[in-house]
């Protein structure tokens, strides 16, 4: 019986081929790396909810301010999704009859709670306070992002531990006047951080404590 | 002589009884010697002092089963295995294998979807994520509490006392702060309106399930027979509950009221010495002598938590916190109670004494004939009444006796009548009119019910609360008097065993879910509105009254009405913001001067000295620490916390002096038989004997609330029991004393889940290897090197006599100027191999003083609510697995016979050089800018080595997943008692004290943001003000013996206690420079009684 013999091509086959054995694990280790930070897997999170709420519409055409909802933002921890009461104090006159507004009507006409999905989202044991933040005059733009062009609200920053750590290592590039706070797009002026941070005292701590209990 | 064969010698001394006698048994010069041949009285132990401080006999005899290897270190061997079904090598890898093929997939998704569900219409001034506080109160065997409930977004999660309360905050001295403790009963409380155990619906016909539907259809039926009906309630105080009563007696209905512990014969006492029920009220605050006459100040008493204050407060030296000279307490008892811990002198007697005691101290003070009763001419009682004596004749009007619960109403008139005599009422004793003067005493009550009953005079029984299938008295056969009632309706929480005997059962709603209002012991009235909706729908007694009434009114407009005719209708919205009705107390009575009453003659045990043989022996009913008197039993908290004097958990006892126990060969953790009479009256329980030092010769306490066979999961079914039912010796003549008992030994072995040697800190000592390696048991020189350091001890002349004393002495070590080498901080001695901190702002410490700690546990108890710390059960207890962060270290100095308490309260100390942070490997423990030593426990990978270096043994590791259990969708009620503002623990990770850090957080972001916002002055660098955080355990300490606050405000409590001579440090020679500093014991003895027994001992 004849022996066997490899064609001449699986010379050039060998040669490949320790590549690929080598490659393939360092690139799928870097794949599943890169495809489970935070990065990839949180920003752009972009979930649907209830009522197609655009904050570009109310935000940023209307112009509404963030606090005339988000009310509590100034002095509670939660920023606080508003009760269907607020949405009410326009919506009982305009569009009163809009079919996506259902959820909202029905809500307020039978005490009943709309469902809202949180976008961002920290994990259990982060504990976060808006009214330390917004009273410190970081701009909600810092880390929700241009909600005013959002029509459906997404994850625009990694909202990670590193990414936290940055600013209260150093925030001065994120304080702004506290009249602006709410501001969309707005851009300090040079030496504006660096004034708000003298004049307000903020002096970020970077314990474990600060937001871990 | 060591104390092991000192107790070998004795040992000995009892078998030749009749031998001569060491001449340092002195005491026994009265004994009674061969008045019974057969039964030779128990021996006596030496009252030598035993050298320094131990935590049990067990350590004391250095028996094998003291050994590091069982409860010396925090890690037992095996404490690191899992607890039933223990892996094996192939199921970890079968396990393992999984987990690795398993690994990543779980981070490649985002946490659980989660909603934001706001309401409707946000009520005004509710702000999400939040809390609010609330005024309530609730009751306790009649005695109204006030309480401060805090809720978050409509859940209440936590209870404290209410400072606004004029009795309950104890602000009776113009200028100090208005502050209220609260007991550990208070704290726990807030867990049995989650508790899944809850009745959910009626039942009807002895435990079939029904519904509200089907028992509102029976109403009409229960109101047709009133006239046949007879409520039994449990002993109330409130007016509204009152009101309804009235209406009903109006109907025909016979009214009882029953309470397994109350203070009726203090009522029957002031009735006997004033011909009316009086009520007397001490002004501890006011007292320089204190005498507790069988009587726990502290815990038992419907005023414990005034008492506690007012007694730290007078006590306490330091002069921004003290009001005057320093008291002297002098407490008689038979059990040790923590009353008898804090007294400056002590007398161990048993409680059938306090008589013929009593009538010795009137007859010397008024100058009548004292009692022929031998035990009042041993040396000891002798000298100890002498002295007394001596100093409440010196102190007229500055001295109050004080007779507790068990004793004789004969007590309680002398007692009143000693009173008078020493100048007490109007100056440190208020007498008031009792608020309910015609009512029987329980004990009569439901012995009357009881009998009508049986005799068939009753036809319908509604049971408002209470449970007396369980615990009414053992003779009357309240069981079988149910079964011969035509229709009987429970109302209760639980589906307790009398509900199982009744033919209705209602669930009542919790005191958190229902309108209503209450007295505290001063009278003042207390309202409690809710807090939340009732869970399951239940009723609250008020509401069912209501019912019977035919009326359909809700607690609302019943408490509404009440106060309306009362006349408080104006104030009303004010009276519930505030939790309480402003000038109600109850009437200052006028022209109390004792009558002449009769005292009846002593019995021959009375008339015995204090040495008693075996079948004279005394029983003594001790209300329990866990379950009161039972009601509390499926609430886990309580039944872990461990029990203030015997560091017992999940369990109750026979309490037996270390002599009797001797006498009587009973040994500790082994099963005894008490059997109370003989014949065939006589009745017997067999339960674990605990052994405890100090406790009185011939007395025999049994801790009542064990034995549940219908409490719930946690508190016992018919399957599975916690502790024992010791209400089944306890009849209606031997109600709070029983004499003529019998104990035998049964040899069975048991052991109680006893955490008192467990995180032992005298161990483990670095650069002593020659402490540290002895496995066998804590030597000598180990204590000795040791123990000075971790209690310091002075007293009051030493203090006013040496101006110098310092609890701490500057030159200790780390604080040696000629230590030189410290070169981050040169010329500041002491020096460390670490690098030192530099702290800028805030530095926040704690100050816990030891002359006023009780021991009373409502700090660790309202840290197990603050914290979410989890109980693990009577097994994990028994592998020293306990999680609570704060345990009460309970130390005994002196003889056996006479010891003395110190209670330690200790929590993470946090050390400025804290050892735990150098070895941790992750980083999970690191130290903040404030000098918090911070757990991150997302971090932790559970290595614990943190435990391992900590020298105070303070963290506590989650090696299971205690928690486990609430995701179950049955338990899911449970987890809305959780605190959101501290994280839940995993399995595997370390946990410590935080000093409450949530609280600190949270207000420093409220201050920053209102300074900032403009709505408050000042700046957000400066330091805040003193008092505006507390942490948890602070706030529940009801002697104000825990202070917390920055130390960088040199003006702030803390500061001014960590600069006080009485501070000090534990463990100096570690330089871990620890936050949290100790204030030394003071104690009062009066000096001529000291320096007699000083003289008498040497």
């Not at chain 2, 008589?355 to 010795?360: E, G, R």
């Not at chain 2, 505290?520 to 729908?537: K, R, S």
Request: proline share 6%.
């Amino acid at each position: 019986m004849p022996r066997f013999i490899f064609p001449e091509w699986t010379e050039t086959l060998k040669r490949w081929i320790n590549l690929l054995v080598l490659g393939a694990p360092v690139y799928l280790v870097a794949l599943v790396a890169y495809g489970v930070t935070p990065e990839a897997i949180r920003i752009g999170y972009q979930p649907d909810q209830p009522v197609p709420y655009s904050h570009a519409l109310h935000a940023g055409e209307l112009g509404l301010d963030c606090r005339y909802c988000h009310s509590t933002v100034e002095r509670a921890g939660k920023a606080a999704v508003p009760p269907a009461a607020t949405c009410m104090n326009c919506h009982s006159t305009v569009k009163k009859d809009s079919d996506l507004l259902l959820p909202v009507r029905q809500a307020f006409a039978e005490d009943e709670a709309v469902h809202w999905t949180r976008v961002h989202d920290l994990p259990d044991y982060v504990y976060f306070n808006h009214s330390a933040h917004v009273n410190a005059a970081v701009g909600c733009e810092s880390c929700h992002g241009r909600i005013d062009q959002m029509v459906k609200v997404y994850q625009a920053k990694p909202l990670t531990m590193e990414w936290c750590l940055a600013c209260h290592r150093d925030p001065t590039p994120f304080l702004r006047n506290p009249e602006n706070v709410t501001k969309m797009g707005y851009q300090p002026q040079p030496g504006e951080g660096e004034d708000v941070r003298k004049k307000n005292g903020v002096n970020p701590p970077t314990n474990c404590s600060t937001c871990h209990r | 002589m060591s104390q092991d064969e000192e107790l070998h010698a004795t040992d000995a001394h009892r078998d030749e009884h009749d031998a001569e006698r060491d001449d340092a048994d002195h005491d026994d010069e009265h004994g009674e010697h061969g008045e019974h041949d057969a039964a030779p009285p128990l021996a006596d132990l030496p009252p030598t002092p035993v050298h320094g401080y131990w935590k049990s006999l067990r350590e004391l005899e250095g028996k094998a089963a003291f050994q590091v290897g069982r409860s010396g270190h925090e890690f037992p061997a095996g404490a690191d295995q899992p607890a039933r079904d223990p892996l094996s090598r192939r199921n970890f890898f079968h396990l393992m294998g999984a987990s690795m093929a398993l690994a990543g997939v779980g981070a490649c998704r985002r946490y659980e979807k989660e909603e934001i569900v706001p309401l409707a219409r946000r009520p005004e001034d509710q702000v999400p994520g939040m809390t609010q506080q609330y005024a309530t109160a609730y009751e306790l065997g009649g005695v109204g509490h006030a309480l401060l409930a805090t809720s978050f977004e409509g859940r209440p999660i936590k209870l404290d006392g209410n400072p606004e309360h004029p009795f309950a905050s104890g602000g009776v001295v113009p200028g100090t702060e208005r502050r209220a403790g609260c007991s550990a009963f208070v704290q726990a409380a807030i867990l049995h309106l989650y508790d899944p155990d809850r009745a959910q619906n009626p039942t009807a016909d002895h435990g079939t399930g029904s519904s509200m539907d089907a028992f509102r259809a029976a109403l009409p039926q229960l109101r047709a027979g009133l006239a046949q009906t007879a409520i039994l309630g449990e002993a109330s105080s409130s007016p509204t509950l009152r009101a309804l009563r009235t209406r009903l007696l109006g109907q025909g209905v016979r009214w009882f009221e029953y309470e397994p512990l109350s203070w009726d014969n203090e009522r029957a006492g002031t009735r006997l010495a004033f011909d009316r029920p009086l009520r007397p009220i001490a002004r501890l605050d006011r007292a320089e002598t204190i005498v507790a006459l069988d009587c726990d100040l502290f815990l038992e008493h419907p005023a414990a938590m005034k008492y506690s204050r007012d007694f730290a407060r007078s006590r306490r030296q330091n002069g921004s916190l003290g009001i005057g000279k320093m008291n002297r307490l002098w407490s008689i008892e038979s059990v040790f109670t923590n009353t008898g811990a804090m007294a400056d002198h002590r007398l161990a007697l048993r409680a059938e004494l306090a008589l013929p005691l009593a009538i010795a101290l009137d007859a010397r003070l008024s100058g009548g004939t004292a009692p022929a009763a031998e035990f009042l001419r041993e040396l000891k009682v002798e000298r100890f009444l002498r002295f007394l004596v001596d100093e409440l004749k010196a102190n007229h009007g500055k001295a109050v006796v004080i007779a507790g619960r068990r004793q004789p109403p004969e007590v309680h008139a002398l007692v009143a009548r000693i009173n008078q005599a020493i100048g007490a009422p109007g100056a440190t004793l208020d007498y008031v009119e009792d608020p309910d003067g015609d009512r029987p005493s329980h004990l009569r009550a439901i012995t009357e019910l009881t009998r009508a009953m049986a005799a068939g005079q009753v036809g319908t029984l509604i049971m408002l609360g209470g449970n007396p299938v369980y615990d009414a008295p053992a003779d009357l056969d309240f069981a079988a008097a149910l079964g011969k009632v035509k229709t009987s309706v429970h109302l209760h929480e639980y589906r307790t065993e009398t509900s199982l005997a009744s033919s209705w059962h209602v669930p009542r709603a919790h005191f958190l879910e229902a309108w209503g209002d209450v007295r505290t012991w001063d009278g003042t009235i207390a309202l409690a509105q809710p807090l939340i909706a009732p869970l399951y729908g239940g009723l609250s007694a008020i509401e069912l009254l209501s019912l019977l009434l035919g009326e359909e009114k809700g607690g609302e407009d019943l408490v509404r009405g009440v106060h309306k005719e009362l006349g408080f209708e104006a104030s009303w919205k004010q009276n519930v913001h505030d939790g309480f009705v402003a000038g109600t107390e109850l009437a200052a009575a006028t022209a109390a001067t004792p009558v002449a009453f009769q005292v009846p003659p002593l019995t021959s045990g009375q008339q015995a000295g204090s040495l008693r043989t075996n079948g004279d022996l005394e029983v003594v009913f001790v209300q329990s620490s866990f379950t009161y008197d039972g009601r509390f039993a499926n609430n886990a908290w309580l039944w872990e916390t461990p029990d203030f004097m015997t560091k017992v958990t999940w369990d109750n006892y026979a309490l037996v002096g270390a002599s009797t126990a001797l006498g009587l060969g009973l040994d500790n953790d082994t099963l005894i038989k008490v059997k109370i009479g003989d014949g065939e009256h006589a009745r017997e329980v067999e339960l674990p004997c605990y052994t405890i030092p100090g406790q009185a010769k011939g007395s025999i306490g049994l801790v009542l609330g064990g034995g549940r066979t219908a409490a719930g999961r946690v508190g016992g079914n018919e399957h599975r029991r916690v502790g024992w039912d010791t209400y089944k010796v306890r009849t209606t003549t031997g109600w709070d004393v029983a004499s003529k008992a019998t104990v035998t030994a049964t040899g069975t072995p048991y052991t109680l889940a006893n955490i008192q040697e467990h995180w032992d800190i005298r161990t483990g000592i670095g650069g002593r290897p020659e402490i540290a390696r002895d496995a066998t048991h804590v030597n000598a020189k180990g204590l000795d090197e040791r123990l000075p350091r971790l209690i310091v001890e002075t007293r009051q002349s030493e203090l006013n006599a040496d101006k110098h004393w310092r609890a701490e002495e500057p030159e200790e070590f780390f604080n040696d100027l000629g230590n030189a080498g410290n070169t981050d901080r040169p010329g500041e001695g002491g020096y460390s191999l670490f690098k030192e901190k530099d702290y800028q702002g805030h530095r926040w410490g704690m100050a816990i003083d030891l002359s006023t700690c009780t021991g009373c546990n409502a700090c660790s108890v309202a840290c197990q609510a603050e914290n979410n710390i989890p109980v693990v059960g009577r097994n994990e207890v028994m592998n020293n697995r306990e999680m609570s962060w704060i345990r009460i270290d309970r130390y005994f100095s002196g003889s056996i016979e006479e010891p003395q308490v110190v209670h330690q309260p200790i929590a993470c100390q946090h050390c400025e050089q804290a050892p735990c942070e150098q070895v941790c490997p992750v980083g999970a423990t690191t130290h903040s800018d404030e000098g918090l030593n911070d757990m991150a426990y997302n971090r932790c990978i559970g290595t614990r080595y943190c435990a391992n270096n900590c020298p105070y043994k303070v963290r506590r590791f989650n090696f299971l997943d205690w928690n486990k259990e609430w995701r179950d969708a049955r338990n899911k009620v449970r987890r809305l008692l959780f605190n959101p503002e501290v994280t839940v623990r995993m399995r595997g990770v370390m946990e410590k004290c935080t000093f409450c850090v949530q609280r600190i957080q949270n207000a420093k972001i409220r201050a920053k943001a209102q300074i900032r916002s403009g709505q408050r002055p000042g700046s957000v660098t400066a330091i805040l003000p003193d008092g505006e955080i507390e942490t948890a355990c602070q706030q529940a300490c009801p002697t104000e013996a825990i202070v917390f606050g920055d130390l960088a405000d040199k003006d702030s409590r803390v500061a001014r206690l960590h600069e006080d001579r009485r501070s000090y440090a534990l463990l100096p020679e570690t330089y871990t420079k620890p936050r949290n500093r100790f204030l030394a014991r003071v104690r009062n003895p009066n000096p001529e009684f000291a320096a007699a027994l000083q003289g008498g001992h040497e």
